[in-house]
């Protein structure tokens, strides 16, 4: 309570303050509608478009044998509890925000160390009841890093974006990237 | 306090920024994977097309290739005819005995039909040998003039009644919806043949549509002049109510009492089996492991940094690198000699077929001149219809003996059978007619005698033909060229 009183502007300021206050939270609130923020706590794969650099990425996937089963997080975030999920997505997801603000995503984008441990992880989630025989499923990410095995995806090299990488690799995929951020009902008044 | 001002206008200048650059970034997506021009419905042009898709344009365009030869077809000119003089005899009384040539790729589509001795040098919209069904297979403006006139007038009256709105070839609008790019089924025939089946063609799944857009032409199919809808009309229908195998056609065509033509030389009335491609790939192994045409003959490519799909329809031999062995692992010299094996094979069994059948209409000519009548020859000429059609069907399929072998040449022994049978019938009538001695053969040796035999005047023909590419042709370019001044593209930004 002391410590509200001390930043408590005398009478005479108490309008002019509020209007400036009003003003910061209402342009953060504008950012983080403009950048679909709130979808990023989601699983839908829409979101990862919210970033037109990761069209190519979804449209291969989209094409993929995976497009049927998985969306991008069953591989990309890690599945081991919510908070792991959530802390690993806030980081990475933070990461990729500020490259692509600054523009300073790579022409061909690759996956970090980081990354790849938790697809190779996510890889043996979902096919160790199926490929219980593979030898290679039962190889850590760390040991794969002392050369003691293999990407599941150094092998399998189609899988799922395909061979060809770049920001240009499907200049005519069907993407669902997010519209224009002017409401529906705003566009027609302004029409009239 | 004034510390606290400047910070304050700091963080609301900077969120400000961020806010524009989200924006910014936002606002590339309009122009990113958008189109340069707005496509109109059932636009002909391709080349309009290819301005948003230059990839698979170039590729199509690259259909105009005519330089490879397989052992057998290929996209190259041949003269049919002048390799397999034989085929001159069988289709005696038909057009295809005046003129006919290995297809090449759909760029030629148009050019090819004009320049064919089968459609002859129409003079007027109203003559001509041909009707106008016959374009119905040849390019982008059909489904732009069945879209106007509806199919049952489309077809009415003569081909040269459309001289002038046919002229650019098998192309984007054939098979692509104009907006989303999504394969469509733009040929009414089709469409009409599943709705007879009791089926739906638009609950077809993408990967069947990679072989249905291909069977909307490369199937069997016949002029129906008894269609309830449009009497006397040549209706383009398929006949498949009973399903696609040659028995179940002929028993098609046989409940019609339908003919395609009497021949001239053993009066049998016969059927032209067009092109039963689809029919045939659906009875072999690559069919029935879900492989559709487009997987072999339109395989992914990588140009760049980009993959597409090749529309550079061709024959997978000419490209064994992205279409067999995206599958298989052999070698490319061990997978072609596994095709040719399996062609040289069928081919070895259709032509003891179509040698039996050369005889037979000559033999079959010869028993009429001794005077033979209808009565005895009523077997005979079912034989030769029930054993050419058996033929036609093995050969016109063309990559039938790859597509499906062993149905291939189940079609061909059940046709030998018959026309051995045909031959023992006739033996028997010439016999009672007090022959008793081997048939004489015509010299039949090279494409000119066997037309000369049958009767074609050549010359007359070649004429015809010459007067409409010097006089005719010209007026229907022209007349298609101010057309199409007369369309207009807009650009995707233009309100």
Known sequence: MRLFSYFKPPPQWIIFVTLLVGAIVGLSLYSVYVSNAVSYLSDDPKTCVNCHVMMPEYA????????????????????????????????????????????????????????????????????AGTNQKAKALNVSFAEIKHGQGKLCWQCHREVPHGRVKGLTSTPNARVPVPGSPVPQWLTDILKK | MWVLFILTVGVV?????????????????????????????????????????????????????????????????????????????????????????????????????????????????????????????????????????????????????????????????????EKTMDLKITRPALVEAFERQGKDITKASHQEKRSLVCAQCHVEYYFDKENPAAKGVPYLTFPWDKGMGVEEMEAYYDAKGFSDWTHKLSKAPMLKAQHPGYELYTQGIHAKRGVSCADCHMPYRAEGGVKFTDHKIQSPLNNISNSCVVC????????????????????????????????????????????????????????????????????????????????????????????????????????????????????????????????????????????????????????????????????????
């Open chain 2, 328 to 495: 298989h692992r052999e070698s490319e010299k061990e997978l072609i000699s596994n095709v040719y094996s399996n062609m040289d094979k069928v081919i070895e069994a259709r032509s003891i077929l179509e040698h039996l059948l050369v005889k037979l209409h000559i033999e079959a000519e010869f028993a009429w001149n001794k005077g033979a009548t209808k009565d005895q020859m009523a077997g005979v000429l079912q034989d030769i219809r029930r054993a050419q059609w058996r033929w036609d069907y093995a050969a016109a399929s063309h990559g039938g003996a790859f597509h499906a072998p062993v149905e291939a040449l189940r079609i061909i022994s059940a046709g030998i059978e018959i026309a051995q049978n045909g031959r023992l019938k006739l033996a028997k009538v010439l016999a009672g007619l007090g022959y008793n001695k081997e048939v004489p053969m015509p010299d039949i040796a090279t494409k000119a005698k066997a037309q000369a035999y049958i009767g074609l005047d050549m010359d007359k023909l070649n004429a015809e033909k010459q007067n409409f590419v010097e006089n005719i042709l010209p007026q229907w370019m022209e007349k298609a060229r101010a057309r199409e001044d007369n369309y207009i593209t807009h650009s995707v930004t233009e309100k």
């Open chain 1, 60 to 127: 291969t996937w989209r094409h993929s044998s995976h497009g049927r089963v998985t969306t991008c997080n069953d591989c990309h975030v890690p599945h081991t509890n919510p908070v792991a999920k959530y802390v690993f997505k806030a980081k990475d997801g933070l990461g990729h925000a500020t490259a692509f603000t600054l523009h300073s995503e790579p022409q061909v984008i690759k996956m970090r160390p980081a990354g790849q441990a938790v697809v190779q992880e996510n890889c043996v989630r979902c096919h």
């Open chain 2, 13 to 177: 200048f900077a969120l400000g920024l961020l806010s524009a650059s989200i924006m910014e970034r936002r606002t590339e997506t309009l122009y990113m994977n958008r189109p340069k021009v707005k496509i109109e419905p059932l636009e002909p042009r391709s080349e309009v097309w290819g301005t948003n898709y230059p990839n698979q344009y170039e590729s199509w365009k690259s259909t105009q290739d005519t330089s490879f030869m397989s052992k057998y077809n290929g996209n190259a000119n041949i003269d049919m005819l002048e390799r397999y003089p034989s085929l001159v005899i069988l289709w005696a009384g038909y057009g295809f005995s005046k003129d006919y040539n290995q297809s090449k790729g759909h760029m030629y589509a148009i050019d090819d039909i004009l320049l064919t001795l089968r459609t002859g040098g129409p003079t007027k919209p109203d003559t001509g040998p041909m009707p106008s069904t016959c374009w119905s297979c040849k390019g982008t403006d059909v489904p732009r003039m069945i879209a106007k006139v509806g199919p049952a007038e489309f077809y009415r009256g003569k081909w040269a009644k459309y001289g002038g709105e046919q002229v650019n070839p098998v192309g984007c609008a054939d098979c692509h919806d």
